[in-house]
């Protein structure tokens, strides 16, 4: 346990960050730790298990349960994300619902507005992407959202920008309560290496090839090996649902794969501090969203 200087009194708490795929969640929990912790992407239901981040507010510690998007689950993955959304609220000081005011996703939005009616924590609001919204929609989603659900207060912000996340981590560090923090001060996420170098990859996948790969892809890590040079070597599989699609992930002559790889490897060198050594295969598995070892490495739950 760490704790802030002796002459301040310590406050910890969790707030949760829920809201329908793709409503800027992670960018918003990037923006409030004050670097990356969680990858982000133009593909909905990005983040797949909670992750926490930590953010510093003086001698405030804001433990962030980045969720994935609740939605409505067709497979056993999509329940396991659901649920694991849900648990990272459970308990929490606070609740952040996250809106895209563009996109709104009124379909997976109306039945979260209902779930939050009953629940007891604090709830704030938050419209994002004000940058780009049209003001007078934005202005009557949020009478109507707030209308429904008895929020403490309502934010418009751009998490991408950073418009208005000062005065949001203001408020929620005032929340919460007193008592040591959680984490030392220089802990941002609760996600090892291991599985943050996994991540990486992912978003480059993402990144790299839009809407040619579809949805059903993992990255698995395989290794991740301290060399006595002072780098560190990492090997990762690439896990795609059809033969099909190997050749979209390879590239020609290898180039994607390896794009994707050197994109991930820069980022990872910058992250960690030291010299990495990147190696990707691809693994074709037309089940591996039902594989229990998978959702393990994920920290899902596989029995959802």
């Known amino acids: 346990m760490t704790e802030p200087k002796a002459d301040k009194t310590p406050k910890c708490g969790v707030v949760a960050v829920i809201g329908a795929p793709n409503a800027g969640k992670s960018t918003l929990v990037n923006a409030l730790v004050g670097q990356k912790v969680a990858i982000v992407s133009a593909k909905a239901q990005t983040t797949r298990a909670r992750l926490l981040g930590v953010a510093i507010h003086d001698e405030t510690q804001i433990i962030l349960a980045d969720t ?28 952040v619902l996250m809106v895209d005011p563009v996109k709104q996703r009124r379909h997976e939005l109306t039945p979260l507005i209902e779930s939050l009616k009953m629940r007891p924590e604090r709830k704030f609001l938050v419209l994002n992407k004000v940058d780009i ?15 429904a659900v008895e929020f403490e207060d309502i934010y418009f912000i751009s998490a991408l ?17 007193e008592g040591v923090w959680h984490y030392p001060e220089d802990q941002v996420s609760d996600a090892s290496e291991r599985l943050l170098a996994a991540e990486i990859t992912r978003e480059q996948l993402y990144r790299q090839l839009h809407d ?58 910058e992250l960690l501090g030291q010299k990495v050594h990147l190696f990707l295969h691809v693994k074709v598995s037309e089940n591996w969203s039902e594989d229990k070892e998978v959702f393990e490495e994920m920290g899902l739950d596989w029995s959802k």
């Open 68 to 95: 994935p998007g609740i939605f409505t689950p067709k497979r056993r993955l999509d329940r396991a994300m659901v649920a694991a959304a849900w648990e990272g609220a459970q308990e929490a000081d606070a609740i």
């Open 133 to 147: 919204a049209k003001k007078e929609p934005l202005l009557a989603l949020a009478q109507e959202l707030g209308e």
């Open 161 to 177: 920008s950073g418009d208005g996340v000062p005065e949001l981590k203001d408020r929620l560090a005032a929340l919460m309560p």
């Open 212 to 269: 040619e790969l579809p949805y059903d892809s993992a990255v698995r890590p395989e290794s991740y090996t301290q060399r006595k040079d002072g780098s560190v070597e990492i090997r990762q599989q690439i896990v795609i649902g059809r033969d099909s699609q190997k050749p979209i992930v390879l590239g020609k002559g290898g180039s994607k794969i390896k794009a994707i790889g050197e994109a991930a490897r820069e980022e990872l060198s």
